[in-house]
């Protein structure tokens, strides 16, 4: 039997395609969505039956592409040890592992993890919450781990470990020099409500995610209230480097309200920081607009 370490190994060895700066999450959420699955008893999926969830999980949180190259993971995925075994027709699964099948090709596959890897789950359905845990946080940024947890109905397990052993990854000194740096503002919408002196509900988020590498210093951070920096985070807006100026997805939709509280800020500059040595630096930007905003962008 595996022990909880050694289940936690298996999931953190699986391997993430890189290219760059680019990045991939396609192998991260089919996992969570896989354990979404066992936690309500269903230990294997055929992939014609969770395509859909999985494309709409790429969608909302992975790059603007990403939905198409929806059967990759739920192929590459056998390729890390002893987590993943596909089942389907033997032509197909006796071709090598780096060979992609086709998207049809993938319907006719079914998968599910390893028999040691469900005997552990089995044994420990605690372990559930462990492992979607670790995949969130190392992953996603902070304002989005509830969120893809939730997506996958794992929406009752706790965060507050994970949170806070990711904020001890973080130089604490972030968030008070970016909020003074944009003189505790929200730099969109400049939301700068106080409370007995204390201020309420304003983030310092991070252009380029601490899960892809980005330093904790103000040219990576923007001053943005709570939810500015979920839609920042969630690529629903950018800011374009050069003159700064805020520009909205074509993606996005909704009442008069949501116009009132982000199309007017369309086309907009942002509110700048105080000294020019702290403006959002270009590649973090660039990083962004090409990893996380739902392209195409509106007309400006």
Known sequence: ??????????????????????????????????????????????????EEELQGLLRQFGPSSAAATRHYPFWHLQTDDGVWVLSGPKALLSRPPGASPSLAEARTLSGAFSEEVLAAFRAHPEWIAVVAQRIVASHFPESLQADALAAVGLEGVETSVVAGAERTRRDPSFRP????????????????????????????????????????????????????????????????????????????????????????????????????????????LDWHHGEVFKKPQRDV
């Open 1 to 50: 039997m595996l022990t909880e370490s050694a289940l936690i190994a298996r999931f953190e060895g699986i391997r993430v395609w890189r290219q760059g700066d680019r990045r991939a999450v396609h192998k991260p959420l089919l996992v969570l969505l896989m354990l979404g699955r066992l936690f309500r008893g269903e230990a294997s999926a055929q992939f014609a039956d969770v």
């Open 177 to 284: 020099r970016v909020l003074l740096a944009y003189e505790y503002r929200c730099c969109v919408c400049r939301h700068d409500l106080r409370l007995a002196g204390q201020i309420v509900g304003l983030e310092a988020a991070h252009i380029r995610w601490v899960q892809a590498r980005g330093p904790d210093v103000e040219p990576n951070g923007l001053a943005l209230c709570s939810l500015h920096h979920k839609l920042f985070d969630l690529g629903v807006f950018t800011v374009l480097p050069g003159d700064y100026t805020l520009v909205v997805s074509q993606h996005v939709t909704g009442s008069d309200e949501v116009r009132a509280r982000l199309m007017s800020f369309h086309g907009a500059g942002i509110v700048l920081p105080q000294s020019a040595g702290f403006y959002p630096n270009k590649n973090f």
